[in-house]
């Protein structure tokens, strides 16, 4: 049963379902690492081809790995560099040197959710592929059947208005009815602009500053408590 006004929740992952330590220190080092030996592997690839031409495109006349690696330096959320670390780290998820690390509140809740008719929806810098592989090989296990839908840079910026109303439109719901969760108040910003319903995670373990104008929740069962949703134990 779902006695909210919601019909869906998106999420972000970064600093929402997942310590942003796991990320940084562990996601972004290992693509890092195995960029060149990737790239000197599957360089061929059709689909590496592709990626490399759209590096091309967004940093003429520099060296390709070169901008590659700036952008992993500067965090650049930028959609090659993004779908490039998806590849790297399916190897490492599919040998087990990877596991997609996720707050314990998290699948409780994502179950409970479900359960109870609401479309789960995830919407991240990281590519969709990557985000599949997270949830795929998460700590809690498979979560992707789970999700209704998948959304990432693709879509457009995540400080940007117009890409919460393409995911709107996508999920065919108004605005009103889709709950967006994140720890980044710019990008809360700019859902609340389109008309989601927001909520800022201030993960402890994170240290995230509270916006001061969009409601907070330290993990799931308080956004559920929240939106009087099941929190799943
Ligand atoms: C799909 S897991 C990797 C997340 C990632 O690459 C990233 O840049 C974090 O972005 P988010 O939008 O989840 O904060
Ligand atoms: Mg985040």
Known sequence: MNPSKLAAVVTDIEGTTTPIAFVKDTLFPFAETALDGFLDTHGQDPQVLAIIEAVRAEAPGEDPRKALRRWMAEDAKVTPLK??????????????RLKGALYPDVAPALRAWAGAGLRLCVY???????Q???FGHSSAGDLTPLFHGYFDTRI?????RASYTAIAAGLNLPPAEILFLSDIAQELDAAAEAGLATCQMLRPD????????????ADFAAVALLHGLPKGY
Do not use: M
């Open 156 to 160: 457009g910026a995540k400080r940007e």
């Open 132 to 134: 599949k592989l997270l």
């Open 83 to 96: 779908s490039l670390q998806g590849l790297i780290w399916a190897a490492g998820y599919a040998d087990g």
């Open 124 to 130: 991240s810098s990281g590519s969709v592929a990557a």
């Open 206 to 217: 994170d240290g995230t500053i509270a916006s001061g104008w969009h409601p907070t929740a």
